[in-house]
């Protein structure tokens, strides 16, 4: 372990496959809150704070989606390093002043993303990645102060601000939660849809999507040069 302690606020509804995805992928202690359940942290005490994907939009009139919002501008605003993935992307870009809103089309299965800038985030990630997608909503406008980071033809897949990032793609996917999220979607998509992203679930796609979880490793050790540099300061 990396000695790190990161609070998963996980928006799922309790899908099991959420925690086990984040806990295979982040070397780091996690102490989990079920945040679409309003269980959140008492404090910031975290070398960082990770949201996660949600079938809830940010905007949706739910008790428990608001508490989650102000303690992760909290969280960010305090410099607690902030990782969100998908609705967790969503909910920081809104936590910070962007805007979030609903899509055109849906975006799902193994799509490709291009990276912009050279940020440690996407350290040892090609410059054009296969990532898993699955989403409705989308980061409408950055964040004050933001920069964009990674994008394709569905619009903004990643940002950071200060000490957080915003990824709308899930790094954190194995083939079963691939294939149980896209046939969730029938209703929603259409059998033809869902079948056709279905059979594009392979484990060549999973394979080449398999780079992009270098991003976790680029995240804890993101958290651990701000716990250091706190440290640093703390003894000056």
Not at 85 to 109: K, N, P, S, T
Not at 126 to 151: I, S, Y
Request: aromatic content about 10%; hydrophobic content about 40%; glycine content about 10%.
């Amino acid at each position: 372990m990396s000695g790190l302690r990161f609070a998963l606020l996980d928006a799922s509804h309790g899908t099991g496959s959420t925690r086990r995805n984040f806990r295979r992928e982040l070397n780091a202690d996690l102490v989990e809150f079920a945040a679409s359940e309003g269980e959140l942290p008492d404090d910031y005490e975290y070398d960082g704070v990770v949201v996660t994907g949600s079938r809830a939009s940010v905007y949706w009139d739910e008790a428990w989606i608001p508490p989650l919002v102000d303690y992760v501008a909290d969280a960010a605003e305090r410099g607690v390093p902030v990782l969100g993935v998908c609705y967790g992307h969503q909910v920081l870009a809104e936590a910070l002043g962007g805007r979030v809103g609903g899509m055109d089309e849906f975006e799902i299965g193994y799509n490709e993303v291009e990276h912009l800038e050279n940020d440690p985030l996407f350290d040892g990630i090609e410059e054009r990645f296969t990532v898993f997608t699955t989403h409705g909503d989308a980061v409408l406008e950055l964040p004050p102060g933001a920069e964009l980071l990674a994008k394709n033809e569905f619009g903004v897949h990643a940002f950071r601000k200060g000490n957080s990032y915003g990824v709308q793609f899930h790094p954190e996917y194995d083939v079963e939660t691939a294939r149980e999220v896209t046939d969730g979607k029938r209703e929603r998509l259409g059998d033809d849809r869902v079948d056709e992203v279905l059979a594009n679930i392979t484990t060549e796609q999973f394979d080449a999507a398999c780079e992009a979880k270098q991003l976790f490793d680029n995240f804890v050790a993101h958290a651990e040069r701000v716990r250091e540099e706190r440290a640093r300061s703390v003894e000056v």
